[in-house]
């Protein structure tokens, strides 16, 4: 298994562009996350899915977008990119299970810089 | 408000000594809480998860302990090696909630 990939793996964006970060997985889990993480903070929950056509908004989801099509993909959309964007990107899924066996896994991240 | 609170900061120790991080919660209702360790570079590895009825669980040489009616966790390393440096991050989750609480990480640094 691949686990949970994420691409492109870099990124410079120009203020007012869009882009969409690509997160997939091989592992049949229902559930899958976008978090950023900025530097010195803790990761902050941008979007969540619990199966394929259903998505809800985290703690910041403001400028972004989601789309759960298919169980293995959850793409993320920036549509109008700002500087306040330049984060790391995390995205993580975790099997529909009983806590004890509910690890989520993670990518290895997109760095996007907006300038 | 949730919160999330990791103590210290930053930690540097010599190879092969023990350290113990610190994590101080708010979250309520409780669910679980998660320690997950962050290579530079890389996304979180889970180390251990806990419900309200276990107050200790070992993941080789990492062992955390929660005291939920304290709100407290703990994450101790035993016997540190080199290739223990990284980002330890707790993560607290509300019952009923797919919003994780994570604290800001203890950056801890082993030297040889």
Redesign the interface.
């Known amino acids: 298994n691949a686990g949970v990939t994420q691409t492109p793996k870099f990124r410079i964006l120009k203020i007012g562009q869009s882009m969409t970060l690509q997160c997939a997985q091989d592992m049949n889990h229902n559930y899958m996350y976008w978090y950023r993480q900025d530097p010195g903070m803790g990761l902050k929950l941008i979007y969540y899915s619990v199966g394929a056509g259903i998505t809800d908004k985290g703690e910041v989801p403001n400028g972004y977008n989601v789309s759960r099509s298919t169980t293995e993909d959850f793409p993320l959309r920036l549509e109008l990119a700002a500087p306040s964007q330049t984060s790391v990107y995390f995205c993580a899924s975790r099997a529909e299970a009983g806590v004890s066996t509910d690890t989520q896994y993670f990518g290895p991240g997109t760095r996007l810089t907006v300038l | 408000k949730n919160q ?1 609170e990791q103590s210290p900061q930053s930690l540097i120790i010599l190879e092969g000594k023990n350290c113990t991080l610190q994590c101080n919660y708010t979250v309520s209702p409780f ?2 809480l ?1 320690w997950y360790k962050q290579d530079t ?6 180390l251990t ?1 806990m ?1 309200f009825s276990e107050n200790t669980k070992s993941n080789g040489r990492y062992t955390a302990t929660l005291d939920a009616d304290t709100k407290q966790s703990s994450l101790h390393i035993t016997a540190s090696q080199l290739s223990d440096s990284a980002s330890y ?1 707790c993560v607290v989750v509300s019952g009923g909630s ?8 203890t950056s801890l640094i082993v030297h040889p």
Do not use: A, E, L
Not at chain 2, 41 to 46: A, K
Not at chain 2, 98 to 105: D, E, Q
């Open positions: 999330v669910s679980n998660r570079g890389r996304g979180p590895v889970s998860i419900t991050i797919y919003i994780p609480t994570f604290g800001r990480g």
